[in-house]
Protein backbone atom coordinates (compact mmCIF):
# COMPACT_ATOMS: atom_id res chain seq x y z
CA UNK A 1 0.00 0.00 0.00
CA UNK A 2 1.29 3.45 -0.89
CA UNK A 3 3.11 4.97 2.00
CA UNK A 4 1.19 8.14 1.73
CA UNK A 5 -2.84 6.16 2.68
CA UNK A 6 -3.48 6.31 6.35
CA UNK A 7 -3.09 3.16 7.85
CA UNK A 8 -6.85 2.53 9.24
CA UNK A 9 -7.31 3.00 5.53
CA UNK A 10 -4.87 0.82 4.25
CA UNK A 11 -6.10 -1.85 7.17
CA UNK A 12 -9.79 -2.00 5.97
CA UNK A 13 -10.78 -5.71 5.04
CA UNK A 14 -11.10 -3.99 1.20
CA UNK A 15 -11.57 -7.13 -0.32
CA UNK A 16 -14.68 -8.85 0.89
CA UNK A 17 -15.93 -5.19 0.63
CA UNK A 18 -15.41 -4.96 -3.24
CA UNK A 19 -16.86 -8.09 -3.36
CA UNK A 20 -20.30 -7.15 -1.92
CA UNK A 21 -20.07 -3.93 -3.32
CA UNK A 22 -19.69 -5.38 -6.73
CA UNK A 23 -22.86 -7.94 -6.21
CA UNK A 24 -24.97 -4.99 -4.88
CA UNK A 25 -24.60 -3.21 -7.24
CA UNK A 26 -25.42 -5.99 -9.79
CA UNK A 27 -28.22 -6.27 -7.65
CA UNK A 28 -29.43 -2.80 -8.69
CA UNK A 29 -28.68 -2.55 -11.89
CA UNK A 30 -31.35 -6.05 -12.33
CA UNK A 31 -33.78 -4.01 -10.12
CA UNK A 32 -33.86 -1.09 -11.81
CA UNK A 33 -34.72 -3.69 -15.30
CA UNK A 34 -37.35 -5.27 -13.09
CA UNK A 35 -38.64 -2.06 -12.31
CA UNK A 36 -39.38 -1.10 -16.05
CA UNK A 37 -36.04 0.85 -16.44
CA UNK A 38 -36.90 3.01 -12.91
CA UNK A 39 -34.87 3.81 -9.73
CA UNK A 40 -38.17 3.39 -7.81
CA UNK A 41 -39.35 1.59 -5.90
CA UNK A 42 -36.61 -0.54 -5.62
CA UNK A 43 -33.62 0.01 -7.13
CA UNK A 44 -32.84 3.33 -5.13
CA UNK A 45 -33.63 2.09 -1.62
CA UNK A 46 -31.67 -0.84 -2.79
CA UNK A 47 -28.44 0.85 -2.74
CA UNK A 48 -29.59 3.02 0.60
CA UNK A 49 -29.52 -0.12 2.50
CA UNK A 50 -26.54 -1.68 1.45
CA UNK A 51 -24.74 1.68 2.26
CA UNK A 52 -26.30 2.08 5.58
CA UNK A 53 -25.50 -2.39 6.09
CA UNK A 54 -22.10 -1.96 4.73
CA UNK A 55 -21.59 0.97 7.36
CA UNK A 56 -22.94 -0.72 10.10
CA UNK A 57 -21.06 -4.27 9.33
CA UNK A 58 -17.67 -1.88 9.50
CA UNK A 59 -18.61 -0.95 13.02
CA UNK A 60 -19.24 -4.32 14.02
CA UNK A 61 -15.60 -5.19 12.94
CA UNK A 62 -14.62 -2.81 15.43
CA UNK A 63 -15.85 -4.79 18.17
CA UNK A 64 -13.32 -6.72 19.91
CA UNK A 65 -13.98 -10.67 20.38
CA UNK A 66 -14.02 -10.24 24.31
CA UNK A 67 -16.79 -7.64 23.82
CA UNK A 68 -18.74 -10.00 21.24
CA UNK A 69 -18.57 -12.97 23.78
CA UNK A 70 -19.61 -11.04 26.86
CA UNK A 71 -23.07 -9.56 25.04
CA UNK A 72 -23.79 -12.83 23.19
CA UNK A 73 -25.79 -14.23 25.70
CA UNK A 74 -27.69 -11.03 26.82
CA UNK A 75 -28.34 -10.92 23.45
CA UNK A 76 -29.90 -14.03 22.97
CA UNK A 77 -32.00 -14.11 25.74
CA UNK A 78 -33.49 -10.42 24.76
CA UNK A 79 -34.32 -11.46 21.16
CA UNK A 80 -35.79 -14.90 22.42
CA UNK A 81 -38.29 -13.03 24.45
CA UNK A 82 -38.95 -10.94 21.60
CA UNK A 83 -39.50 -13.76 19.32
CA UNK A 84 -41.95 -14.59 22.59
CA UNK A 85 -43.57 -11.23 21.99
CA UNK A 86 -43.93 -11.58 18.36
CA UNK A 87 -46.20 -14.49 19.28
CA UNK A 88 -48.25 -12.35 21.54
CA UNK A 89 -48.51 -8.83 19.93
CA UNK A 90 -46.62 -9.28 16.77
CA UNK A 91 -47.81 -7.59 13.33
CA UNK A 92 -49.10 -9.67 10.97
CA UNK A 93 -48.65 -9.80 6.69
CA UNK A 94 -49.15 -12.25 4.33
CA UNK A 95 -50.28 -14.56 7.17
CA UNK A 96 -47.37 -14.72 8.78
CA UNK A 97 -46.58 -12.89 12.31
CA UNK A 98 -43.10 -12.23 12.39
CA UNK A 99 -42.85 -8.35 13.07
CA UNK A 100 -43.02 -6.15 16.14
CA UNK A 101 -44.47 -2.92 15.26
CA UNK A 102 -42.25 -0.24 16.84
CA UNK A 103 -43.94 2.79 14.85
CA UNK A 104 -40.87 4.03 13.32
CA UNK A 105 -39.42 0.17 12.49
CA UNK A 106 -40.92 -3.01 12.07
CA UNK A 107 -38.42 -5.35 14.06
CA UNK A 108 -38.17 -8.98 12.81
CA UNK A 109 -36.39 -10.48 16.10
CA UNK A 110 -35.91 -14.21 13.94
CA UNK A 111 -33.45 -11.99 11.44
CA UNK A 112 -31.03 -11.62 14.50
CA UNK A 113 -31.07 -15.26 16.34
CA UNK A 114 -29.32 -16.38 13.30
CA UNK A 115 -26.07 -15.03 13.90
CA UNK A 116 -26.82 -15.16 17.64
CA UNK A 117 -27.54 -19.23 17.94
CA UNK A 118 -24.19 -19.21 15.91
CA UNK A 119 -22.48 -16.92 18.51
CA UNK A 120 -23.83 -18.07 21.68
CA UNK A 121 -23.24 -22.62 21.11
CA UNK A 122 -19.56 -21.10 19.88
CA UNK A 123 -19.46 -19.58 23.29
CA UNK A 124 -20.63 -22.61 24.78
CA UNK A 125 -17.85 -24.55 22.81
CA UNK A 126 -15.01 -22.75 24.03
CA UNK A 127 -16.25 -22.46 27.84
CA UNK A 128 -16.42 -26.48 27.49
CA UNK A 129 -13.11 -28.01 27.71
CA UNK A 130 -12.34 -29.82 24.27
CA UNK A 131 -11.81 -33.47 25.57
CA UNK A 132 -15.79 -32.98 26.94
CA UNK A 133 -17.13 -32.30 23.35
CA UNK A 134 -18.32 -35.53 22.77
CA UNK A 135 -20.30 -35.92 26.10
CA UNK A 136 -24.45 -35.53 26.56
CA UNK A 137 -23.56 -32.75 28.28
CA UNK A 138 -21.63 -30.90 25.85
CA UNK A 139 -24.94 -31.65 23.10
CA UNK A 140 -28.16 -30.66 24.72
CA UNK A 141 -27.31 -27.24 25.62
CA UNK A 142 -26.88 -26.78 22.03
CA UNK A 143 -29.55 -28.15 21.14
CA UNK A 144 -31.60 -26.12 23.66
CA UNK A 145 -30.04 -22.87 22.15
CA UNK A 146 -31.36 -23.81 18.90
CA UNK A 147 -34.22 -25.34 19.90
CA UNK A 148 -35.93 -22.59 21.06
CA UNK A 149 -36.00 -19.71 18.67
CA UNK A 150 -36.65 -22.71 16.17
CA UNK A 151 -39.69 -23.40 17.30
CA UNK A 152 -40.78 -19.85 18.41
CA UNK A 153 -40.09 -19.32 14.42
CA UNK A 154 -41.98 -22.39 13.19
CA UNK A 155 -44.94 -21.10 14.67
CA UNK A 156 -44.92 -17.55 13.11
CA UNK A 157 -44.98 -19.84 10.43
CA UNK A 158 -41.70 -19.28 8.91
CA UNK A 159 -40.09 -22.36 7.31
CA UNK A 160 -37.16 -20.90 5.72
CA UNK A 161 -35.74 -19.19 8.75
CA UNK A 162 -36.17 -21.87 10.93
CA UNK A 163 -34.31 -23.88 9.04
CA UNK A 164 -31.14 -21.19 8.53
CA UNK A 165 -31.56 -21.29 12.49
CA UNK A 166 -30.94 -24.25 13.19
CA UNK A 167 -28.38 -25.23 10.06
CA UNK A 168 -26.17 -22.59 11.62
CA UNK A 169 -26.11 -24.18 15.24
CA UNK A 170 -25.61 -27.82 14.05
CA UNK A 171 -22.60 -26.62 12.01
CA UNK A 172 -21.13 -25.27 15.23
CA UNK A 173 -21.93 -28.47 16.90
CA UNK A 174 -20.15 -30.51 13.88
CA UNK A 175 -16.91 -28.25 14.39
CA UNK A 176 -17.06 -28.44 17.53
CA UNK A 177 -16.32 -32.23 17.68
CA UNK A 178 -19.97 -33.79 17.96
CA UNK A 179 -19.56 -37.46 17.12
CA UNK A 180 -21.09 -37.56 13.24
CA UNK A 181 -22.69 -41.00 14.68
CA UNK A 182 -25.26 -38.37 16.23
CA UNK A 183 -25.88 -36.34 13.29
CA UNK A 184 -26.52 -39.65 11.23
CA UNK A 185 -29.05 -40.84 14.19
CA UNK A 186 -29.89 -37.47 14.21
CA UNK A 187 -31.16 -37.61 9.99
CA UNK A 188 -32.43 -40.94 10.39
CA UNK A 189 -34.99 -39.50 13.52
CA UNK A 190 -35.67 -36.66 11.30
CA UNK A 191 -36.56 -38.35 8.10
CA UNK A 192 -38.82 -40.80 10.21
CA UNK A 193 -40.50 -37.39 11.44
CA UNK A 194 -40.93 -35.97 8.22
CA UNK A 195 -44.13 -37.33 7.50
CA UNK A 196 -45.92 -36.52 11.15
CA UNK A 197 -44.18 -32.37 10.18
CA UNK A 198 -45.93 -32.65 7.16
CA UNK A 199 -49.25 -33.07 8.22
CA UNK A 200 -49.41 -31.85 11.53
CA UNK A 201 -46.84 -28.69 11.37
CA UNK A 202 -46.32 -27.61 7.85
CA UNK A 203 -49.57 -24.73 6.79
CA UNK A 204 -51.33 -25.58 3.81
CA UNK A 205 -49.24 -23.52 2.19
CA UNK A 206 -46.32 -24.97 3.09
CA UNK A 207 -47.45 -28.31 2.69
CA UNK A 208 -48.48 -27.05 -1.58
CA UNK A 209 -44.85 -25.53 -1.67
CA UNK A 210 -43.46 -29.18 -0.90
CA UNK A 211 -45.65 -31.03 -3.10
CA UNK A 212 -44.99 -28.39 -6.05
CA UNK A 213 -41.25 -29.30 -5.55
CA UNK A 214 -41.78 -33.28 -5.96
CA UNK A 215 -44.43 -32.41 -9.41
CA UNK A 216 -44.11 -28.77 -10.23
CA UNK A 217 -46.04 -29.48 -14.06
CA UNK A 218 -49.00 -30.79 -12.04
CA UNK A 219 -50.37 -27.85 -11.33
CA UNK A 220 -48.64 -24.70 -13.70
CA UNK A 221 -51.40 -22.02 -13.28
CA UNK A 222 -51.62 -22.94 -9.56
CA UNK A 223 -49.41 -23.53 -6.89
CA UNK A 224 -46.19 -24.60 -9.56
CA UNK A 225 -46.97 -21.07 -11.19
CA UNK A 226 -44.16 -19.59 -9.67
CA UNK A 227 -41.24 -22.27 -10.35
CA UNK A 228 -42.90 -22.58 -13.82
CA UNK A 229 -42.44 -19.04 -14.44
CA UNK A 230 -39.07 -19.20 -13.10
CA UNK A 231 -37.49 -21.77 -15.04
CA UNK A 232 -38.60 -20.11 -18.21
CA UNK A 233 -37.37 -16.98 -17.43
CA UNK A 234 -33.67 -18.82 -16.92
CA UNK A 235 -33.97 -20.93 -19.72
CA UNK A 236 -34.93 -18.55 -22.49
CA UNK A 237 -31.93 -16.37 -21.21
CA UNK A 238 -29.66 -18.90 -22.93
CA UNK A 239 -26.16 -18.17 -23.27
CA UNK A 240 -25.81 -14.67 -23.76
CA UNK A 241 -29.50 -13.46 -22.42
CA UNK A 242 -32.10 -11.67 -24.12
CA UNK A 243 -30.28 -7.81 -23.27
CA UNK A 244 -30.73 -5.73 -20.66
CA UNK A 245 -34.27 -3.73 -20.28
CA UNK A 246 -35.98 -6.95 -22.46
CA UNK A 247 -36.75 -9.62 -19.97
CA UNK A 248 -40.21 -10.23 -20.85
CA UNK A 249 -41.36 -12.90 -18.12
CA UNK A 250 -40.81 -10.30 -15.77
CA UNK A 251 -41.44 -6.71 -17.51
CA UNK A 252 -44.96 -9.05 -18.31
CA UNK A 253 -45.01 -9.72 -14.80
CA UNK A 254 -45.31 -13.41 -16.07
CA UNK A 255 -42.95 -13.81 -13.07
CA UNK A 256 -44.12 -13.32 -9.96
CA UNK A 257 -41.81 -11.67 -6.84
CA UNK A 258 -39.37 -11.16 -9.57
CA UNK A 259 -37.48 -8.13 -7.66
CA UNK A 260 -36.90 -10.43 -3.97
CA UNK A 261 -37.16 -14.56 -4.12
CA UNK A 262 -36.89 -14.82 -7.69
CA UNK A 263 -34.20 -12.09 -8.97
CA UNK A 264 -31.62 -14.45 -10.16
CA UNK A 265 -34.24 -15.56 -12.56
CA UNK A 266 -35.09 -12.02 -13.49
CA UNK A 267 -31.20 -11.67 -13.90
CA UNK A 268 -30.06 -14.90 -15.91
CA UNK A 269 -33.35 -13.90 -18.73
CA UNK A 270 -31.56 -10.66 -19.47
CA UNK A 271 -28.19 -11.77 -18.94
CA UNK A 272 -28.10 -15.39 -19.84
CA UNK A 273 -25.78 -18.28 -18.71
CA UNK A 274 -22.56 -15.71 -18.50
CA UNK A 275 -24.39 -13.62 -16.01
CA UNK A 276 -25.30 -16.14 -13.81
CA UNK A 277 -21.99 -17.50 -13.89
CA UNK A 278 -20.29 -14.37 -12.81
CA UNK A 279 -22.99 -13.96 -9.55
CA UNK A 280 -22.06 -17.38 -8.77
CA UNK A 281 -18.43 -16.59 -9.06
CA UNK A 282 -18.83 -13.46 -7.06
CA UNK A 283 -19.96 -16.02 -4.28
CA UNK A 284 -17.70 -18.20 -4.44
CA UNK A 285 -15.18 -15.63 -3.97
CA UNK A 286 -17.06 -14.29 -0.82
CA UNK A 287 -17.18 -17.79 0.60
CA UNK A 288 -13.57 -18.43 0.03
CA UNK A 289 -12.84 -15.52 1.84
CA UNK A 290 -15.86 -16.56 4.81
CA UNK A 291 -14.26 -19.84 5.18
CA UNK A 292 -10.43 -18.32 4.80
CA UNK A 293 -11.51 -16.23 7.89
CA UNK A 294 -12.57 -19.28 9.89
CA UNK A 295 -9.92 -21.27 9.41
CA UNK A 296 -7.05 -18.84 9.89
CA UNK A 297 -8.73 -17.33 13.25
CA UNK A 298 -6.53 -17.67 16.20
CA UNK A 299 -9.03 -18.88 18.86
CA UNK A 300 -11.29 -21.26 19.54
CA UNK A 301 -14.76 -18.91 19.47
CA UNK A 302 -13.48 -17.20 16.22
CA UNK A 303 -12.69 -20.75 14.12
CA UNK A 304 -16.51 -21.69 15.84
CA UNK A 305 -18.45 -18.82 14.76
CA UNK A 306 -16.81 -18.00 11.65
CA UNK A 307 -17.88 -21.85 10.59
CA UNK A 308 -21.47 -20.72 11.53
CA UNK A 309 -21.94 -17.93 10.01
CA UNK A 310 -19.90 -19.49 7.07
CA UNK A 311 -22.87 -21.82 7.00
CA UNK A 312 -25.35 -18.93 6.91
CA UNK A 313 -24.32 -17.22 4.07
CA UNK A 314 -24.08 -20.44 2.35
CA UNK A 315 -27.81 -21.34 3.29
CA UNK A 316 -28.93 -18.13 1.97
CA UNK A 317 -27.29 -18.55 -1.52
CA UNK A 318 -27.79 -22.38 -2.02
CA UNK A 319 -31.60 -22.42 -1.34
CA UNK A 320 -32.17 -19.66 -3.26
CA UNK A 321 -30.38 -20.53 -6.36
CA UNK A 322 -31.75 -24.31 -6.02
CA UNK A 323 -35.11 -23.02 -5.43
CA UNK A 324 -35.55 -20.59 -8.46
CA UNK A 325 -33.90 -23.39 -10.62
CA UNK A 326 -36.82 -25.70 -9.36
CA UNK A 327 -33.98 -28.02 -7.67
CA UNK A 328 -35.59 -27.17 -3.74
CA UNK A 329 -39.16 -26.10 -1.99
CA UNK A 330 -40.36 -22.30 -2.44
CA UNK A 331 -39.37 -21.32 0.98
CA UNK A 332 -38.97 -17.90 0.92
CA UNK A 333 -35.23 -17.33 1.00
CA UNK A 334 -33.62 -14.21 -0.87
CA UNK A 335 -30.24 -13.93 -2.94
CA UNK A 336 -27.87 -11.92 -0.69
CA UNK A 337 -27.30 -8.33 -2.31
CA UNK A 338 -29.70 -8.76 -5.38
CA UNK A 339 -32.76 -9.36 -3.77
CA UNK A 340 -35.13 -6.55 -2.75
CA UNK A 341 -35.51 -6.54 1.11
CA UNK A 342 -33.82 -5.19 3.74
CA UNK A 343 -33.84 -7.74 6.69
CA UNK A 344 -31.64 -10.57 5.05
CA UNK A 345 -29.79 -8.11 3.57
CA UNK A 346 -29.18 -7.09 7.14
CA UNK A 347 -28.44 -10.46 8.83
CA UNK A 348 -25.94 -11.50 5.42
CA UNK A 349 -24.35 -8.04 6.52
CA UNK A 350 -24.12 -8.89 10.71
CA UNK A 351 -22.41 -11.96 9.56
CA UNK A 352 -19.64 -10.10 7.50
CA UNK A 353 -19.11 -7.74 9.50
CA UNK A 354 -18.81 -10.51 12.57
CA UNK A 355 -16.25 -12.22 10.08
CA UNK A 356 -14.54 -8.59 9.46
CA UNK A 357 -14.03 -8.66 13.10
CA UNK A 358 -12.82 -12.53 13.23
CA UNK A 359 -9.89 -11.41 10.12
CA UNK A 360 -9.43 -8.04 12.39
CA UNK A 361 -8.51 -9.88 15.42
CA UNK A 362 -5.85 -12.77 13.67
CA UNK A 363 -4.53 -9.75 12.01
CA UNK A 364 -3.75 -8.55 15.74
CA UNK A 365 -3.07 -11.75 16.74
CA UNK A 366 -5.05 -11.00 19.71
CA UNK A 367 -6.55 -15.03 19.68
CA UNK A 368 -6.62 -17.28 22.60
CA UNK A 369 -4.88 -19.95 20.64
CA UNK A 370 -7.49 -22.55 20.70
CA UNK A 371 -8.41 -25.07 17.97
CA UNK A 372 -11.14 -27.29 16.45
CA UNK A 373 -11.84 -30.42 17.32
CA UNK A 374 -11.94 -32.49 14.14
Not at 238 to 262: A, N, V
Not at 333 to 359: A, H, K, R, V, W
Amino acid sequence: MLSFVPRQVAEMPWQIICITIAIASFGVIVLYSAAGGSVSPWAGTHALRFVVFLTMALVIRMFSENFIKLWTYPGYIVFAVLLLMVELVGAVKGGSQRWIDLGFIRLQPSEFMKPLVVLAIARFYELLPIGQARSWGAIWPPLLLIGVPWFLVMTQPDLGTSIAVMIGGVTVMFLAGVPLRLFIGAGVAGAAFVPFAFFFLLKEYQQNRVLTFLDPESDPLGTGYHISQSKIAIGSGGIGGKGYLQGSQSHLDYLPEGHTDFVFATMAEEWGLIGGLVVIGLFALLLRWATSVSLNAPSRFGKLAGGGLTMTIFFYIAINLLMVMGLAPVVGIPLPFLSYGGSSMMTIMICIGLLMGIERSTRQGSGSGGRVVG
